[in-house]
């Protein structure tokens, strides 16, 4: 039994006074954050000052008091206040080289606010949001145990509100199980397992590519500020979005699939962003999916006690015969079956093999984590004796 924290996501649907309310806590929270973007920006450039959470919260309350913007006071101040963390994170991701400079939020794309738990009331299966009366119009799929610790309203781009809530649950790890699986990530098939066992790709861009362009054209025909424009690229948002539904949900499937049947998965790490610099298949990369897949196998293997393990991107898992070991000089993507020289075996699956070669990479990285852990048990346990 694991104590961790899940996020629970569901669609609901406001009244025409909650839609008011909310669009105007999603405007002060993203002036709040482009705001004092600026002012960050500038006092470093400007003066050579760095300015922290703690300097943008007292800046916030003096903004609050000013006549041009008294409109801040109107939402709850707890959505401002977060926004000043998320764009606190985002500078601190930003140094460490995990991301890139902060840009300001636009009104034209998803919209969110946060709640922490003096934000909202939670009881009996209700949500009421601070400055609201009425609680929210929730559509429950299934339900979750504990309190929320914080929750994130949001609106996206094809019009629809999703609630999404943040519980710190208690989890059961699986029972044990001797099966392990490398896996090995391709194009036209989505996920090769080292036991021969291939999952197609649904490929969901190719099924609403006509739909979308036909979509597309209609949206650049319209003219720009219009009420029909609106409509038409609203049309377009919807596509989109029912085609990233539609890939999240397959992964979804995908991954507990693959946790609940293995004990140990090890896969490849593949530095997607520069996969996608190849214009022929970025396209395809994209819609593949390979970094989702592999972030939901990470923290479904942490809540259910599995291991998952991802090998040196550059460890030559097509190009190694995984019965010899031999290394062939060139592997080019059209040769999906080859023989190896060495020792003679013939019609070599690349993929299958890639995959074995996965696994037993991702065994050795195991056990000598295994090891490493051992060594430093004993090391303590020797210098408290």
């Not at 996206?156 to 809530?165: K, L």
Request: aromatic content about 10%; charged content about 25%; proline content about 3%.
């Amino acid at each position: 039994m694991v104590t961790v924290l899940r996020a629970y996501r569901y669609r609901f649907y406001p009244t025409p006074k909650q839609v008011e309310q909310l669009a105007r806590t999603f405007g002060c929270v993203r002036y709040v954050y482009n705001h004092f973007l600026r002012e960050r920006t500038d006092s470093w450039y400007e003066r050579q000052e760095r300015m922290g959470y703690n300097a943008t919260a007292k800046a916030l309350t003096s903004l609050k008091k000013q006549p041009e913007t008294a409109f801040l006071a109107e939402v709850s101040n707890v959505c401002l206040q977060q926004s000043l963390r998320h764009l606190d994170r985002a500078f601190a991701n930003f140094f460490k080289g995990q991301a890139r400079y902060p840009a300001f939020k636009k009104k034209r794309r998803k919209q969110s606010a946060t709640y922490m738990a003096n934000g909202f009331r939670w009881r009996d299966g209700q949500l009421w949001l601070a400055k609201q009366q009425d609680p929210l119009n929730i559509r429950w799929s299934r339900r979750f145990s504990g309190e929320p610790t914080s929750i994130t309203v949001s609106l996206d781009t094809a019009g629809r509100y999703h609630v999404s809530f943040l519980v710190e649950e208690e989890q059961l790890a699986l029972p044990v199980t001797p099966k392990m699986a490398g896996i090995d990530l391709g194009l036209t098939h989505r996920v090769i397992t080292s036991d021969g066992t291939k999952f197609p790709n649904p490929r969901f861009i190719r099924q609403t590519e006509r739909k979308l362009a036909h979509a597309q054209r209609a949206l650049s025909r319209k003219r720009r500020g219009s009420s029909n424009r609106a409509k038409a690229r609203l049309k377009v948002a919807r596509l989109h979005a029912k085609r990233a539904d539609q890939r999240r949900d397959a992964t979804h499937k995908l991954t507990t699939q693959l946790i609940h049947e293995n004990q140990v998965i090890a896969a490849e790490s593949l530095q997607v962003k520069n996969l996608l610099q190849n214009r022929s298949l970025a396209k395809a990369i994209s819609d593949v999916g390979w970094h989702l897949l592999t972030l939901q196998l990470t923290y479904k293997a942490e809540w259910y006690g599995r291991d998952f393990v991802q090998i040196d991107k550059w460890y030559p898992s097509s190009k190694r015969c995984f019965h010899c070991g031999h290394i062939a000089d060139k592997m080019p993507l059209n040769v999906r079956n080859w023989d190896c020289p060495a020792c003679g075996t013939q019609g070599i699956d690349r993929d299958v093999n890639a995959a074995r070669n996965i696994l037993q990479a991702g065994k050795a990285i195991l056990a000598r984590a295994d090891k490493l852990r051992h060594h430093e048990n004993t090391t303590v346990g020797h210098t408290g004796g």
